[in-house]
Structures are given as C-alpha cells and as structure tokens.
C-alpha cells in the first residue's frame, strides 16, 4: 500500500473543500475537492502524487486548505 496523508476538516453542510497542494518551491502540484453534505468533520486524503498521478518525491508540501469562509496552510513533509 502507498503513502497517503489524510486532511481533516470541520465545515458546515453545504461547504466546498479545497486543498490546493504545493511544493517548496511553489510549484502547484495538485488539487484535492469535496463538498460538504451535513456539517461535521471531514477527512480528505492525498495520494502523494502529482496532477498526473506521479509519486511526488521526498520533501516538504504546502496545503492551502480553503472551507467556508476559512483558509488554513499546513506543512506536510513526505518521506519515502
């Protein structure tokens, strides 16, 4: 089984989630959407790959979390 990292998440019902993942750099790796259907907790997971599918390498990933009227940026560092 691969890597994942999972995202959660507390919105209300009707809430868009968006998690746009980028690298050190600032390269834009991939986006991660779902919507709410009740209000809750929600756990979003990322396959460590790219917009292609591909395994992205070791190193440190920058999540722009966005959820109802909130923004959140967390570090996630992927080992391998």
């Not at 907790?41 to 790219?50: F, H, K, P, R």
Request: net charge positive; glycine share 8%.
């Amino acid at each position: 089984m691969g890597q994942s990292v999972k995202i959660s998440v507390k919105t209300v019902a009707g809430a868009q989630i968006t998690i746009k993942i980028y690298n050190l750099t600032g390269e834009y790796i991939k986006t991660i959407q779902q919507t709410a259907s009740v209000t809750g907790w929600y756990e979003l997971y990322w396959d460590v790959t790219n917009r292609e599918n591909a395994v992205v390498g070791r190193g440190l990933y920058f999540l722009h979390i966005r959820y109802a009227s909130n923004q959140v940026i967390r570090r996630v560092f992927v080992v391998k």
